[in-house]
């Protein structure tokens, strides 16, 4: 059977999106054919369109690193026909054709079932984004931190941190301060759950003490950078650093300070590799105490298959809010 995918062709350094005609392949042993539903647009996807940002390492590649949709053939006991699944990471969009078809053939292993209470397009409209948003959120709470604790999150009018800061509010916390570059996003980070807006300037402290005030103990970082070198030395004692992105670089200029005389941690959140046995734990929490009430508060804009061409290559450049699903 033939079926459309996008796929990145490389000339040069030029990346050009094409839709290309494929044709299912045989299954080999413990794979799972999907006819995907939705996929979405990450941070990481819309990198496949530089070919110099070393997301992908061969082209041509069909990109796309989330997919939720239904089994329609596996040769795994673990799936069967009519099933519904979601998949996201692994090599996924990467080094093995990804979710932007409509059909994805995929080693059994990396799929998880769709949990009840979780439709396809939720589980894409959390996608990468909400699922590593959870494990940040999921560090912090190793902490057992009261509900009024000063917590701190970045890039929240993004997906991670824009995820990050309706869990937490979702689960009760009360003192949320986001970082945001745009005010205009100010009313859409309040209704999430901020309760305090601060800019990138504002958060910095102009003399770039290595130890200062300390006011957070909680901190979910998807920015990195210079912004997470502003964040270390306000960090409280014992308090944690979930950083999962580097939307603001991925150089960090710092002193050891902030760690040898506050006892504070830094923890690297990977949602690609995240062990497979351990996600479907991380889904059921996506699907039960995580989900927001306020979900319909994180935006979420859905294109047609057709259009992604165009809002990809505009991803980067074009200021959005909260999350872009694909509709297959
Ligand atoms: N470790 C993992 O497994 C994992 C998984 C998913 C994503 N990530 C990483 O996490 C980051 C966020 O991903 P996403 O999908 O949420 O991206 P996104 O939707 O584009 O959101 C990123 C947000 O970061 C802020 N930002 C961007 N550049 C910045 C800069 N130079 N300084 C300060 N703030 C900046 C922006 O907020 P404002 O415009 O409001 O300031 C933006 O909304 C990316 O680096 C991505 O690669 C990592």
């Known amino acids: 059977m033939k079926y459309q995918a996008l796929e990145l062709q490389l000339d040069d350094t030029q990346v050009t999106p094409t839709f290309i005609e494929q044709e299912l392949p045989q299954l080999a042993a413990d794979q799972v054919t999907v006819k995907v ?10 990198l496949t369109l530089n070919s110099r940002s070393g997301v992908l390492r061969q082209y041509p590649q069909v990109p796309g690193v989330d997919a939720a949709g239904t089994v329609i053939a596996s ?54 984004a909400g699922f590593t948003a959870a494990l940040s959120v999921r560090a912090l709470l190793k902490y057992d931190f009261p509900l009024d604790a000063p917590l701190l999150v970045t890039g929240a009018t993004g997906g991670v941190g824009g995820w990050a800061t309706a869990f937490l509010h979702q689960l009760g916390y009360t003192d949320l301060t986001v970082v945001s570059r745009n005010p205009a996003a100010s009313d859409y980070l309040h209704e999430l759950g901020a309760t305090n807006i601060v800019t990138p300037d504002e958060l910095a402290d102009a003399r770039h003490k290595p130890l200062q005030k300390q006011k957070f103990v909680g901190v979910v970082d998807a920015v990195g950078g210079d912004l997470l070198a502003e964040i270390l030395p306000q960090v409280s004692y014992s308090g944690i650093v979930a950083l ?47 989900k927001p009430d306020n979900r319909a508060l994180l935006h979420h804009a859905i294109i047609d298959f057709n259009e992604l061409p165009t809002t990809l290559a505009e991803f980067m450049n074009k200021k959005h809010q909260g999350r872009t699903l694909v509709s297959l």
Do not use: C, H
């Open 37 to 46: 539903a939705y996929s979405d647009i990450n941070y990481k996807d819309a």
């Open 75 to 128: 040769t795994s006991a673990n799936f069967k026909v009519d099933q519904k699944v979601l998949l996201i990471g692994f090599d996924l969009g990467i080094s093995w054709p990804g979710g932007y078809a409509e059909y994805i053939t995929v080693p059994a292993k990396w799929l998880v079932a769709l949990p009840e209470n979780l439709s396809l397009q939720e589980a894409m409209w959390y996608g990468t």
């Open 244 to 290: 999962s992105g580097n939307a603001g670089g991925n150089k960090l200029a710092t002193t050891t300070l902030p760690f040898i005389l506050r006892g504070i941690r830094l923890q690297g959140i990977d949602s690609v590799s995240y062990p497979a046995a351990k996600r479907v734990a991380v889904w059921q929490q996506l699907a039960t105490d995580f």
